[in-house]
């Protein structure tokens, strides 16, 4: 019931334009959620917004065109911020997190609901921003991984029930390609 959507025949500038477009949403969700203070308990937890257009886009495109989405989301975010410390954090976790979400929409999407996949992604994206810490800032950053953990299997609950309703509400619009223009 969750598998790859049907191949939406995108080509050329059309893909790149509805890439661009879901980048720019991810973007905007990334800059809406840093305004939201979560992290005053835990540094680094956040909701995972932008982790609504990168799990979509998985069940939208091959893992191959996502990864550039992924890796421009990480180097924008920081041009933003200004920080290249969080970059090194967003990159290690996003890329884990990619890897693992891929996996699992490959391996196991007739079991695994996009929740699932999004707690998954929540979880490993909160592992790769602690090893990476752990790398940089040395073993004081392994004291957050039980909180980060906790709170990737909320927030990862949370954004895997937002793309499993608008994955439900592309399959309804029918092809992109006859919408776009």
């Given amino acids: 019931m969750w598998t790859r959507l049907p191949d939406r025949n995108l080509k050329g500038a059309r893909k790149i334009t509805v890439l661009a477009v879901f980048l720019g949403a991810a973007l905007v969700l ?30 939208l495109f091959l893992p191959s065109e996502v990864i550039l989405v992924v890796f421009l989301k ?14 090194a954090l967003s ?13 699992l929409i490959k391996t196991a999407a007739e079991k695994v609901s996009p929740i699932g996949v999004s707690v998954a992604g929540a979880v490993s994206h909160n592992v790769g921003q602690i090893l990476a810490a752990r790398y940089i800032l040395g073993k004081f950053a392994v004291a957050f991984l039980p909180v980060l953990l906790v709170s990737g299997v909320i927030t990862g609950f949370i954004t895997g029930m937002a793309v499993k309703y608008l994955l439900a509400h592309i399959r309804a619009l029918g092809p992109l390609d006859t919408n776009l223009y």
């Fill in 30 to 59: 990334g800059v809406f959620e840093r305004m939201i203070p979560v992290e005053i308990v835990v540094p680094g937890v956040r909701l995972g917004l932008p982790n609504i257009v990168i799990l979509t886009l998985l069940y």
């Fill in 74 to 87: 990480c180097v924008l975010t920081a041009m933003l911020s200004g920080n290249i410390v969080s970059f």
């Fill in 91 to 103: 990159l290690t976790g996003s890329t884990l997190s990619f890897m693992v979400m891929s996996a």
